[in-house]
């Protein structure tokens, strides 16, 4: 008897723990916010199978003193379709130190719990159910509530650096897209002069750069290019107020993330969150006319795309003119997509306003190496591969479309179609689409229906298991065919 109830000890500590993976591992995918896991998760189906059910199955086994049949369901069903779950997620939890004392709050509060119900008063039946339900609340609350506090101190120590460095120049970059890529050609030009650093990869987010500030800046620090997402009002504000940055770059801005902000005014009025800096001198807004609106008065603005010209954009490269000091000079660079000679642009001219040369910068624009999955031309056993799959947004994966559309031979797309958007622009690019490839691979279930439903003359092949795509792709193409990633969404949307 006594060997039954360590057994069932194990079951319940292995029932909750595998519920705390489950939410903290979609915690990690929406930046921790419990109201976006509710409201914007694409597979609601998801918390009934790996958290209702359990928890269901649980309270229910315990109300009628059957705890057998709860620890058959726990070794049996729950913790098999959880560990497959995970395995097949392509973006599985990353064990990071918040993620590891959540673990250690669990840890601590079970030990505790199973003290106080052995030595005071032995709770039994449902209502040892429900202590071990609200243990786990309590234990989420703690860990979001101790997290908290531990990241006003973290924000702070990033925010007295960043004063304590007197020499360094903060260079804040946003956008609805083309944000990453600018920042990038931006740090490979500077650094060939200055010590600078870039945020990495997509970090974007307040705690973020926090986090960078504190682990990369230091003493010898000349140049700080930080990269500022949002997704709620006041989100690049909190960025602002934390950097405070010389310059800013305002990128592109259009109806990308438009399920969070609802409308493009919104949108607008939060990437202008990042002029108002004390320390502002200068901005470079792709469109001035969407931003201006929303800027602190006399905001010092240039119009990007007014100054540049000619574009011209094949696969084997990007040309353009910009107005420097009154002349029209010629830029040249292997990277491609017309929308990158903007993102360019505005990465030459912060390198003006800091002193270099205008001919030195055409030497580093020409020797520009791509971002990679952003129109990154490849070619893989005989077959010409634009990997595009990090760019999300409509006016990108038309060029995308664009680009591949000059290929001469056939054309294959692997594409989820837009995330975080409307039906409108997943019609509008399923058109495209149609016109152009000859095979169209659609990945996931969020917009499956929508594009197939406009495609008439390409082989559709709807695919819901990323897994298959390297099957699929060698089953469906030949030498010489031109495949386009365009977008990749993780299997969670």
Not at 289 to 315: F, G, H, W
Request: glycine share 4%; aromatic share 10%.
């Amino acid at each position: 008897m006594q060997s039954l109830s360590w057994l069932n000890l194990a079951f319940r500590w292995l029932f909750i723990t595998g519920l705390g993976y489950y939410i903290m591992t979609l915690l990690q995918w929406y930046h921790y916010s419990v109201f976006r896991i509710l409201t914007k998760h694409h597979k609601m189906r998801w918390h009934g199978i790996y958290f209702l059910l359990p928890l269901g199955v649980f309270i229910l086994s315990y109300a009628f003193k059957m705890p057998f049949v709860f620890d058959f369901f726990c070794g049996v069903i729950q913790m098999p379709m959880l560990i497959i779950w995970a395995k097949r997620n392509d973006k599985p939890l990353v064990f990071t130190p918040r993620v590891k004392r959540f673990f250690i709050f669990l840890l601590l509060f079970l030990i505790l719990h199973e003290i106080l119900n052995t030595e005071l008063a032995p709770l039994n039946g449902i209502s040892l159910a429900l202590g071990y339900l609200c243990l786990f609340i309590l234990v989420l609350s703690a860990s979001l509530i101790f997290e908290k506090v531990l990241s006003k101190q973290y924000l702070q120590t990033a925010k007295d650096k960043i004063a304590s460095l007197k020499n360094l120049k903060v260079i804040a970059i946003t956008g609805s897209f083309g944000k990453t890529s600018t920042k990038n050609f931006l740090h490979q030009i500077l650094q060939t002069q200055f010590n600078a650093h870039a945020s990495p990869k997509s970090v974007n987010t307040l705690l973020g750069l926090a986090n960078d500030i504190n682990q990369n800046l230091d003493d010898r620090s000349e140049i700080y290019i930080a990269e500022a997402g949002a997704r709620n009002k006041g989100d690049i504000k909190e960025i602002t107020r934390l950097i405070e940055p010389h310059l800013a770059v305002v990128a592109e801005v259009g109806e990308q993330h438009l399920e969070y902000f609802k409308t493009l005014e919104n949108i607008c009025e939060t990437k202008a969150e990042l002029l108002d800096s004390k320390r502002l001198e200068k901005a470079f807004c792709y469109s001035v006319e969407k931003i201006k609106p929303y800027a602190p008065k006399d905001s010092p603005l240039t119009d990007v795309s007014s100054l540049v010209r000619n574009v011209q954009s094949t696969l084997k490269g990007t040309s353009f003119e910009i107005l420097i000091d009154s002349v029209w000079e010629s830029f040249e660079t292997k990277v491609l997509g017309e929308f990158n000679a903007y993102n360019i642009a505005s990465a030459i001219l912060v390198a003006k306003h800091l002193g270099l040369e205008t001919e030195r910068i055409k030497r580093l624009v020409f020797e520009l190496k791509p971002i990679n999955h952003r129109l990154q031309l490849l070619e893989v056993n005989q077959k010409i591969i634009i990997d595009d799959s990090f760019n999300g947004n409509l006016k990108g994966m038309l060029e995308g479309i664009r680009l591949a559309s000059l290929h001469q031979g056939r054309k294959v797309i692997v594409t989820p179609g837009l995330v975080e958007s409307n039906t409108e622009s997943n019609e509008a690019l399923a058109q495209k689409i149609d016109e152009v490839f000859d095979v169209a691979i659609i990945t996931g279930e969020l917009n499956s229906k929508t594009i197939a439903s406009q495609l008439k003359t390409p082989q559709k092949i709807l695919l819901k298991d990323k897994a298959q795509l390297e099957n699929i792709l060698q089953a469906t193409t030949i030498q010489g065919d031109l495949i386009l990633f365009a977008n990749d969404a993780p299997n969670y949307i």
